[in-house]
């Protein structure tokens, strides 16, 4: 749920102001499929329509939401502010927020591997802060879990240390994680993948930080998503044995956008058919931090379960003999001596899909940016109300955004290069 932020206010890349993408969809309908703009906008918005519809039945259903800090912005940019308002019904009241858990992400959809590790806490404060100004403190205070944009996690183990480490210190209780990302610590597959895991995150130094994390099955799955296709698979499973007790498993999928027109099409009457359908036992619609919950109040302790690490981590670990600053990077120098095929940037929906490699041409000035950024504002005095460092985050938040190294080359590429020189001037 996610709408980029360009310079595309006119035809001069330079000059132009910067705008959603939404916005140049809707004023540009002629061009190629910019015809769902108006469909588009009024997804953002129809989720709180279909949970007022329902619980006005009698039913009960559940909603996890993901929305980039990004697409929250351009849509007060743009105008259509109500949007925001619908939600607001959903959000903030307390007979209805029930059935709602927002998550938290990054504020415009950096994929955490190939974002600058200091800008992984600007991202993740300036949506909390962004969410906050919108829907207010105390629903800020119920946005416990952390989805993150292309269902991200690091590898390196430093990196993904760091990104733990923050979450928690974010207030995160949890993170959803893609089924084929995290290993058990002796390098084998997930076997339990319907219940919580606890992610290890160990870094050179052997300093360790663990998160709770919620497995979403089933690789990339739009479609499936859009036919409740977790409502049906959950109706073939029953309560196991886990950690001790005999609990009910928990089936977890995501879609973070459109393919297909799958979610424009036939999400609507796919979800209200399955809450039409379903009771207060049994088969239930549960959000995961509620799901959480339940398993703490069945005696379920979050240190009993099974512990896990980003995928391809035993293969270093392995090769670390004492810690040290550089413990893990010799380790990996290692293993790409004798694999060339081994690397650190796939943790997301596929395994064949790399966020850094073939990526050099945008990557690079966006860590220039970085770097200069943290120069001149790394202290302990800065102002962060100052209009130079707000001008210069915004275009640093922004330049990272997936969006705009997705294609590899052409005109996304070149948005994010305005950006990364705005960035710069505004520094200078």
């Known amino acids: 749920m996610h ?19 939404l916005q140049y969809m809707m004023e540009h309908q002629h061009i190629q499929d910019n015809h769902n703009a ?7 918005s129809r989720i709180s329509d279909f949970i007022r519809e329902l619980a006005a039945q009698g039913r009960n259903p559940r909603i996890m939401l993901d929305y980039s800090g990004n697409l929250l912005w351009g849509l007060r940019q743009m105008g259509k502010g109500s949007v925001l308002e619908n939600l607001k019904l959903v959000t903030s009241d307390k ?16 994929t955490v591997s190939s974002t600058p590790v200091p800008d992984i806490k600007l991202h993740i404060r300036a949506w909390q802060e962004h969410f906050a100004s919108i829907f207010g403190f105390r629903a800020l205070e119920r946005v416990k879990g952390f989805s993150p944009p ?14 733990v480490k923050t979450l928690k ?38 300093q360790t930080e663990e998160i709770t994390v919620l497995i979403k099955t089933q690789g990339s799955d739009t479609k499936l998503v859009a036919q ?27 879609g973070d956008g459109e393919n297909g027109g799958v979610m424009m099409n036939e999400f609507p009457d796919g979800y209200k058919k399955a809450f039409q359908e379903v009771e207060k036992t049994g088969v239930v619609g549960m959000n995961g931090s509620e799901y959480l919950e339940s ?26 003999k004492e810690h040290s600053p550089d413990a893990c990077n ?10 060339h095929s081994f690397n650190l940037d796939k943790g997301s929906w596929t395994n064949d899909k790399s966020w850094v490699k073939g990526y050099e041409d945008v990557l690079t000035p966006i860590n220039r940016l970085s770097i200069a950024f943290h120069k001149r504002f790394d202290s302990k005095n800065v102002d962060t109300q100052d209009r130079v460092y707000k001008e210069a985050l915004l275009y640093l938040l922004l330049s990272q955004t997936s969006c705009f190294r997705y294609w590899g080359e052409g005109t996304w590429t070149d948005y994010a290069k305005e950006i990364v020189r705005r960035g710069m001037e505004v520094l200078s």
């Open 38 to 44: 108006p469909v588009f906008l009024r997804c953002y």
């Open 169 to 206: 210190e974010c207030g995160y209780a949890w993170l959803m994680v893609q089924e084929h990302t995290i290993e058990n610590l002796d390098g084998s597959g997930i076997r339990r993948q319907h219940f919580p895991h606890r992610l290890i995150a160990k870094n050179s130094l052997g």
């Open 295 to 320: 398993l703490r109040l069945l005696g379920v302790d979050g240190e009993s379960f099974i512990p896990v690490q980003p995928i391809s981590q035993h293969r270093i670990w392995e090769l670390v």
């Open 3 to 21: 709408q980029p932020t360009i310079p595309a206010e006119t035809d001069d890349l330079r000059a132009a102001g910067l705008i959603s993408n």
């Open 330 to 339: 010799i380790a990996i120098k290692k293993i790409q001596d004798k694999d």
């Open 150 to 163: 292309e269902m991200h996690l690091p590898i390196h183990p430093d990196v993904a240390y760091e990104y």
């Open 95 to 110: 007979y209805y927020y029930r059935y709602v858990e927002w998550l938290g992400t990054m504020w415009s959809h950096a």
């Open 228 to 254: 409740m296709q977790p409502y049906y698979e959950a109706k073939s499973t029953g309560s196991q044995g886990y950690c001790g007790r005999e609990v009910p498993p928990f089936v977890l999928q995501i």
